[in-house]
């Protein structure tokens, strides 16, 4: 769409008051803003053509319901629905009137926050594209999203993190502006913004109201601002996927793909009017945002916390649903289990002995409920089956009365300091069985659910009605999943293990400035390889798997990220190399999928290391190197070299023998083979982890 030639300029709150000798061509998001379209909108409320557009249907139907509580930011803030909607068109209007065109790109980089969701939103209805990042992301790493995604303004979230990056990222670009979400302006260093323009978030509502207020009181709006809709295949949002090395991957999501989500995630969670959600994971993060979206739809309350003030919020705001990834689903399980340990000997004794009943009581209700996995594509006989058909119903029979006992004695406590009275949501990586086995045997539903940033994200989740452990349910609607054997790239009967490959209305309009990695990623049938290995459970008319067909299990990564339990992405390969640097690092494979943190399976330099410590004088008397010493030389190594790095290695182990091709370590074209060394080290990385 061609610019405005006033775009780059700044304008005062009076430019409103003043028609511009030739029209200004905007974007608006067609049902949220139909006042400004020539003629006005033909759309019902119900019409969902961009994002921005569900706030309209929203204030509607839940005018004074409150919509957002965020009670840890000054001012602690408490929006109804109207008020929320009236904060999106005021921002939005805002930017209008500072020079925000269509398609330009503004970096968002901020927290979870009410406010993040109006400028979010606000950017949206412009017809601008926000590109998303929080504040923990290192300095180089917000610079390189910035300028690769040619953003002309940056949105910051206090003077505090302003401040971090006014030395080593602000002198490098040239904003056409500079916002703080929260905080006080007098707070910046002056020094840093020197003749940029700043705006507070108060700044850009206020400008935004009295532009509104003039344009509907002199009624010149079709002389002035010449109004077109968003279409729903413009893109919304950029998000990077990529560390701070290689090419940069912003993933381009369209209005298109993420309202697949709003319309079709409320299978998963059936979410009421009045129902509360607690918040707590980064808004960039594409599984927290395409939820709240969906969520606000169906007017439910959303209050902002924190990890430092979950366990407190969740007893003071009992809410219904929590939204998260699997570390906060493992917190709770570690803190519930120091809990009962922290009791008197017998009360600890009946807790533990109640829940390994009640996992009993779990696993004979799946025979009998057909809900155990199998790949088996065989009918299993049926005599067989009614055989452990029975067996399991006289053992949950007998448990039951058990079970019961449990849900009065130890249960019931649980529930009421965590709340989640209806269910858990887990996504951004693998949720541990043990912990969903602990959840399900207390009586609290936790489901699990699958998706990648290139898929809007969500593609499977389990349902409430049908939560089979072990998997990550069937797929949303309108989402084909398919699995393609790695080597010849043919679909593959349910049962066999494969790539995992995702077809839908959510899958990505590519990577952004990316055309090749866009090629491999994306098929020309569609079809968008996700690099994970899994397989679908075959179906079965009788026998304990006969619920689970056409579910997808997930079994690994082919590609080589990492993804922590913290729903985070991490790409190995600039940790392994910024470590290889070091002289005592001979060979080294970053490890931590699912887990909390990074950790490493090292393969010393040994004559390197030898000498390093001949040089400090740490040998022993016997001129010998003990494991630990040489333990604590690489754990130095790794601090020096990888200091630079977004992610940091924590606990690390020596392998046994250097990865070579000869073992299988490596492939003949002497690249490390990460699958192998994992397989090869597992109950040590296991061990390494506990």
Same mark, same amino acid.
């Given at each position: 769409? =061609? ?92 930017? +209008? ?38 504040? +923990? ?21 206090? =003077? ?36 940029? #323009? ?198 949950? &029979? ?18 009421? &300091? ?38 809007? =994200? ?34 593959? =009967? ?20 990316? #055309? ?175």
């Amino acid at each position: 769409m =061609p610019r405005c030639a006033a775009a780059s300029s700044s304008p005062t709150p009076s430019s409103a008051d003043s028609a511009p000798e030739h029209p200004l061509r905007r974007k608006c998001s067609p049902l949220l803003e139909s006042v400004l379209l020539p003629g006005r909108s033909d759309l019902t409320v119900h019409e969902w053509k961009a994002v921005p557009d569900i706030w309209r249907t929203a204030a509607e139907k839940y005018p004074d319901l409150v919509a957002v509580i965020d009670p840890y930011h000054e001012p602690p803030t408490e929006w109804t629905y109207t008020q929320l909607e009236q904060e999106i068109l005021d921002f939005s209007q805002g930017l +209008r009137a500072i020079g925000v065109a269509p398609d330009e790109k503004l970096a968002l980089f901020a927290d979870n926050s009410c406010r993040w969701l109006v400028a979010d939103q606000g950017i949206m209805a412009t017809g601008a594209i926000n590109v998303v990042r929080g504040t +923990r992301s290192s300095d180089e790493e917000l610079y390189q999203i910035y300028t690769h995604s040619e953003s002309i303004a940056l949105v910051v979230d206090s =003077p505090q993190f302003f401040n971090r990056l006014a030395e080593s990222f602000i002198p490098r670009i040239n904003p056409r502006f500079i916002m703080l979400l929260w905080g006080d302006k007098s707070s910046i260093d002056s020094q840093a913004v020197k003749d940029i #323009p700043l705006y507070s978030y108060k700044d850009i509502t206020e400008l935004g109201r009295e532009s509104r207020n003039a344009l509907f009181l002199s009624g010149q709006q079709g002389q002035q601002d010449v109004f077109e809709t968003i279409s729903p295949e413009d893109v919304a949002t950029l998000i990077y996927t990529s560390g701070t090395s290689g090419t940069p991957k912003g993933v381009m999501l369209t209005h298109r793909n993420l309202l697949h989500q709003i319309n079709n995630l409320w299978d998963i969670v059936p979410a009421e009017r009045g129902d509360r959600f607690l918040s707590m994971l980064p808004p960039w993060h594409a599984y927290e945002r395409a939820c709240e979206y969906f969520i606000f739809t169906y007017g439910i309350q959303q209050v902002y916390t924190t990890v430092k003030y979950l366990k407190e919020d969740l007893q003071r705001y009992q809410p219904q649903y929590i939204i998260s990834v699997p570390l906060v689903y493992e917190t709770l399980y570690s803190s519930i289990h120091r809990q009962i340990s922290s009791s008197s000997a017998a009360r600890k004794i009946i807790a533990l002995s109640l829940i390994k009943i009640s996992l009993l009581y779990m696993e004979a209700k799946k025979i009998y409920e057909g809900t155990v996995l199998s790949n088996n594509t065989a009918e299993p006989s049926f005599i067989v089956y009614m055989v452990k058909w029975l067996w399991a119903r006289f053992v949950a &029979a007998f448990l039951w009365p058990l079970h019961n006992l449990a849900k009065i004695l130890v249960y019931k406590k649980i529930h009421s &300091a965590i709340g989640i009275s209806k269910a858990g949501i887990s996504g951004g990586g693998s949720l541990p069985m043990h912990v969903d086995k602990f959840f399900e045997a207390i009586g609290i539903k936790v489901q699990n659910g699958y998706g990648l940033t290139e898929t809007s =994200p969500v593609v499977a989740a389990r349902r409430p009605f049908c939560n089979v452990l072990g998997t990550v349910g069937h797929p949303v609607k309108h989402t084909e999943i398919k699995v393609f054997d790695i080597e010849t790239g043919e679909v593959l =009967p349910d049962g066999s293990k494969g790539i995992v490959k995702i077809k839908g209305p959510q899958v990505m309009k590519g990577y952004y400035k990316n #055309p090749s990695s866009t090629n491999e990623a994306l098929d020309q049938e569609g079809w968008f390889s996700t690099g994970d290995i899994g397989w679908i459970v075959p179906h079965h008319a009788v026998g304990p798997s006969r619920k689970c067909g056409g579910m997808l299990v997930l079994e690994g990564r082919a590609k080589d990220t990492i993804v922590l339990s913290t729903g985070e992405n991490v790409e190995p390969a600039e940790i392994e190399e910024a470590a290889g640097r070091s002289n005592l690092i001979n060979q080294i494979v970053v490890i931590g999928q699912d887990q909390r943190r990074l950790g490493a399976i090292i393969v010393p330099n040994n004559d390197e290391v030898l000498a390093e410590a001949k040089r400090k004088s740490i040998l022993d008397e016997n001129g010998e190197l003990g494991k630990d010493k040489v333990m604590n030389m690489l754990y130095d190594e790794l601090r020096i070299w990888t200091a630079h790095c977004s992610f940091r290695i924590g606990p690390i182990m020596i392998a046994d023998e250097p990865f070579t091709i000869d073992n299988g370590l490596m492939t003949p074209t002497m690249k490390i083979r990460r699958d192998k060394v994992t397989a090869k080290y597992q109950r040590e990385i296991e061990a390494l982890f506990k």
